[in-house]
């Protein structure tokens, strides 16, 4: 009779997120104990270990030496403590105003590249002189819109330098070219 190994945490994720014979794959060719993923992975902890209990008599009176310095050099420790603290503030403030210098270009090059095509999809199904045509519309009420915004802004800023006193003549005494 086979043995039925006890179901651990990554094979109830695995069958409970994949496929069943996604997840039998996974488990037969990467989880299972004599799977190479596996072999490798012992052998590459077993080598560290290795490493480790190799070099811990070596570096073990070097590291006492350095914890004693400190210990007599306390407000040397805190010095570089908050300078190493700082550095990694730093670079992780770094990491992160680059991350969004990443996913802004990319969404910038999206939304240009959207509109790119489209423009193209709608000339391709207007034809070019209906889109011109709709074009040059379209700009006209576009500018009459910005002149009305404008007009609207100059009549604030003249209501705004009448109410503090400034006389609210557009010549250039107030530092505007007349219209």
Known sequence: MPSVEPPTLATHLLTALLPPELADSIQKHILHPRSPVQIIA?????????LLDTAA????PLFDRVMIILAENQ?????????????TVVIILNWIRRLLMWWTRL???????????????????????ESARDMAVMGGKI???????????????????????MAGTRGTASGRRSR
């Open 42 to 50: 012992r052998n590459v902890l077993d080598q560290a270990q290795n």
């Open 57 to 60: 008599p070596l570096l073990e």
């Open 75 to 87: 407000g040397l420790v805190g010095v570089i403590a908050s300078l190493v603290v700082l550095a």
């Open 107 to 129: 969404a910038m090059r999206v939304a240009t590249w959207a509109f790119l095509l489209a423009i193209a999809a709608w000339i391709w199904e207007r034809g070019v002189f």
């Open 143 to 165: 500018v009459g819109y910005l002149a009305v915004i404008k007009d609207v802004w100059l009549q604030e800023y003249d209501r705004y330098e009448a109410q503090q006193g």
